[in-house]
């Protein structure tokens, strides 16, 4: 195990002392008072971590000592040697959750998401895998317990989404979704294939931390706002009403047309939480190209053009090409079910490559 330095967690228990004492003092601002809260709830989880790793090094160093100690109680020596397996395993599991919690924080993993899914090569059965893929994430969150609102969707001409843009709302959202984005590739039979042959499709995701105004300051002199009547079936109010809205953001050349609710207010404000995602994540997305410059990470890449997962049909198999994981459910993945073992896996992944560019590895 590579020793976590002392001082260092010395330094962060001190500050959490800081932190419980200014907030039970009352002396901070509002402003002040819920930065500070936010703070301490991080903190708490890290000198819990903390206490727990020293309980389980001073747990080890008892027992460690009883086995050397001269002349000691040979029963009592036994006793000790016979825990100690159990005593350093310990040890190195708390030292791996410390480790963990100690690694960077991306500030958006506690935000909600914006979901977009496009089909790609493949004409109509990429579309239908497309839509595939929403029913498998929309059925994720319902697990999760999170809310999935439809912020814009373009239907293919057999079924499925040549595109559809929607909110994935509730706490850590964008944690568990963030390493989804990229190229999916499906292969099967389509309905449509008289020959029975073996067909490959692709649709892309891209998954964006859903920004609030604080994250992104948006000027309005750099906007371009247009209203026009929304397109599609809708009866006599899509013919009547201009609730749709088209926003263009003129620096970033970034389009947001948005049309799925009635009230063309609604339509505007749905329009700016995506225009902000889109442009908060370019800004997160340039610096974490410069931060990752001198190492290639096999799961946050963050290239949407990568193929990162099969889906094959008739092996009933899905693929996760950054960490070689397969796995033979396929069904259960689609539904929702298993998905979270491909989610988990990517995330221990991207933890193990964080600790090896911190040196804790």
Do not use: C
């Amino acid at each position: 195990m590579t020793p976590i330095p002392s001082d260092r967690l010395d330094a962060i228990l001190t500050r959490h002392d800081i932190v419980t004492a200014t907030l039970s003092a009352g002396s901070a601002d509002s402003d002040s008072f819920v930065q500070l809260s936010r703070e301490l709830a991080e903190l708490d989880g890290v000198v819990a971590a903390i206490h727990a790793y020293r309980a389980a090094a001073t747990n080890l160093a008892e027992i460690e000592a009883l086995i050397d100690e001269p002349g000691g109680d040979a029963e009592m020596r036994a006793l000790a040697a016979a825990e100690k397996p159990d005593a350093e395993a310990g040890l190195e599991a708390a030292h791996k959750a410390l480790q963990v919690i100690l690694l960077p924080k991306d500030a958006a993993d506690e935000k909600s998401a914006i979901l977009e899914i496009r089909a790609g090569t493949g004409g109509d059965e990429a579309a239908l895998f497309a839509g595939d893929l929403f029913r498998m994430y929309a059925k994720y969150a319902d697990l999760k317990g999170w809310k999935v609102d439809v912020i814009s969707e373009s239907e293919g001409t057999v079924g499925g989404y040549r595109e559809v843009i929607a909110e994935v709302k509730g706490k850590g959202v964008f944690a568990k979704l963030k390493f989804e984005s990229g190229a999916h590739r499906v292969q099967r039979v389509p309905d449509t294939e008289a020959q029975g042959r073996i067909h490959t499709s692709a649709a892309t995701v891209a998954v964006l931390p859903e920004a609030e105004e604080v994250d992104i300051v948006v000027n309005d002199a750099d906007l371009k706002i247009d209203t026009m009547r929304s397109q599609g079936a809708g009866g006599q109010h899509v013919n009547k009403t201009e609730s749709a809205i088209r926003i263009t953001h003129m620096p970033s050349g970034i389009v947001i047309f948005v049309q799925e609710e009635r009230s063309q207010h609604k339509n505007r404000a749905r329009a700016m939480s995506l225009l902000r995602s889109k442009l908060y994540d370019a800004e997160r997305t340039a610096k974490d190209a410069v931060r990752a410059a001198d190492r290639k990470s096999q799961v946050g890449s963050g290239d949407r053009s990568e193929r990162i997962r099969t889906y094959n049909f008739p092996q009933a198999r899905v693929t996760d090409h950054r960490i070689n994981l397969t796995l033979y459910k396929l069904e259960e993945v689609l539904a929702g079910e298993a998905l979270d073992e491909l989610v988990d896996a990517l995330i221990t992944e991207h933890q193990v490559e964080l600790m090896a560019a911190e040196g804790m590895a």
